[in-house]
């Protein structure tokens, strides 16, 4: 599977958007990119997912590269109740199995 | 819709005493698994299964055993509890299919926190 390089903590304004970037250098053509986050004392949380093209849904955006090494996720409006572990991830299409192999992500703080 | 649930919230066990986590989904997801996370760590994976009757080791699976004999149960077993084994353990389900694979999001329960002393 694609590894993914995050950076481990960023910081944003309340109210600014917020652009956590990935680094998927090795990710293959069928290998799709997601995000989830966790937050304190929560289980991870799905946010969104894409193959090549730009996606958007109520929470955030994903904005991938043309030549799919790198991606974005960003959260539009930020809020403190955004902070959080963000965790990029790449996950092939398989036959067999479907199982998630997490980093350690990057801890976003949204400032007041 | 309660989606994946996870019992109990915490528990406190001796070494060697031996419990079962349960988890049990109502979204017909054929596909579970369970991970720990170790305090300011990403999660691992302990066990998979993709359908009733089977299962599958993932990273770190010593130290504990699964079943799933039916689709809505995933329960993971300790039976020697050790000190290693203090974590936040979570259960997760997703709709696997083979057209689908790689396509389903996982949805996760709260967790259980299970601290061995």
């Known amino acids: 599977d694609a590894k993914t390089t995050q950076p481990p903590s960023m910081d944003c304004a309340e109210g600014r958007a917020a652009n956590l970037p990935c680094n998927h250098s090795?990710?293959?053509?069928?290998?799709?990119v997601y995000w989830y986050r966790q937050i304190h004392s929560q289980g991870p949380q799905y946010i969104i997912h894409?193959?090549?093209n730009n996606e958007t849904n109520e929470m955030a955006s994903l904005i991938i590269t043309e030549d799919r090494k790198s991606s974005t996720l960003i959260l539009p409006h930020a809020t403190l109740r955004d902070t959080a572990v963000y965790y990029c991830?790449?996950?092939?299409?398989?036959?067999?199995?479907?199982?998630?192999?997490f980093g350690k992500g990057t801890r976003l703080h949204i400032l007041p | 819709n309660a989606g994946v649930t996870q019992t109990p919230k915490f528990r406190i066990l001796k070494i060697g005493q031996s419990m079962t986590l349960q988890c049990t989904q109502d979204?017909?997801?054929?596909?579970m698994y369970w991970y720990r996370q170790d305090p300011g760590m990403g999660l691992k994976l302990i066990y998979y299964?993709?359908?009733?009757?089977?299962?599958d080791k993932g990273e770190v699976p010593n130290g504990y055993n699964v079943s799933r004999s039916t689709t809505e149960d995933f329960p993971l077993r300790l039976e020697l509890a050790a000190p290693s084994q203090t974590s936040v353990y979570f259960c997760?389900?997703?709709?696997?299919?083979?057209?689908?694979?790689?396509?389903?999001?996982?949805?996760f329960g709260d967790g259980t926190r299970l601290s061995i002393l």
């Open positions: 991830i790449v996950r092939p299409r398989r036959n067999r199995d479907d199982k998630i192999i």
């Open positions: 997760a389900s997703s709709y696997g299919d083979r057209a689908a694979v790689g396509n389903q999001p996982q949805h």
């Open positions: 299964s993709v359908g009733a009757g089977i299962t």
């Open positions: 894409g193959l090549k």
């Open positions: 979204m017909n997801h054929n596909y």
């Open positions: 090795t990710i293959s053509g069928n290998e799709y």
